[in-house]
């Protein structure tokens, strides 16, 4: 396995979240990004000092809509592991909204 490790989620069409792990960081330091169409909508930067973060405003791409409120959380697991999980709301002009709710992203092994 080469390091870093990334790990890509598809929330809906042309919406994707990646997460990226170093594989040896004590302190769990993940950055998170959400885009749209290629476009990145939010970055966060998780850790074990920075469990969970929120978005403070919509942020918009084209149709498309990431709402306010939505939150990354990193979750510890049993056997070294750890999940970035992801509830929120996407909405696309005209379409159903995308509720996201505790959504896992990504799962990481630690070294």
Same mark, same amino acid.
């Given at each position: 396995?080469?390091?870093?490790? =990334?790990?890509?989620?598809?929330?809906?069409?042309?919406?994707?979240?990646?997460?990226?792990?170093?594989?040896?960081?004590?302190?769990?330091?993940?950055?998170?990004?959400?885009?749209?169409?290629?476009?990145? $909508?939010? =970055?966060?930067?998780?850790?074990?000092?920075?469990?969970?973060?929120?978005?403070?405003?919509? $942020?918009?791409?084209?149709?498309?809509?990431?709402?306010?409120?939505?939150?990354?959380?990193?979750?510890?697991?049993?056997?070294?592991?750890?999940?970035?999980?992801?509830?929120?709301?996407? =909405?696309?002009?005209?379409?159903?909204?995308?509720?996201?709710?505790?959504?896992?992203?990504?799962?990481? =092994?630690?070294?």
């Amino acid at each position: 396995m080469s390091l870093p490790i =990334t790990s890509t989620a598809t929330l809906r069409p042309n919406c994707k979240a990646v997460s990226t792990f170093n594989g040896t960081d004590s302190n769990l330091m993940t950055p998170v990004i959400v885009s749209i169409n290629d476009h990145v $909508m939010w =970055t966060e930067t998780l850790s074990k000092t920075n469990l969970t973060a929120r978005l403070s405003k919509n $942020m918009h791409q084209g149709l498309f809509t990431l709402c306010e409120g939505a939150e990354l959380e990193l979750e510890l697991g049993d056997n070294n592991t750890y999940r970035i999980k992801l509830t929120g709301k996407i =909405t696309e002009d005209g379409s159903t909204p995308t509720i996201l709710k505790d959504e896992t992203i990504s799962t990481f =092994t630690i070294k």
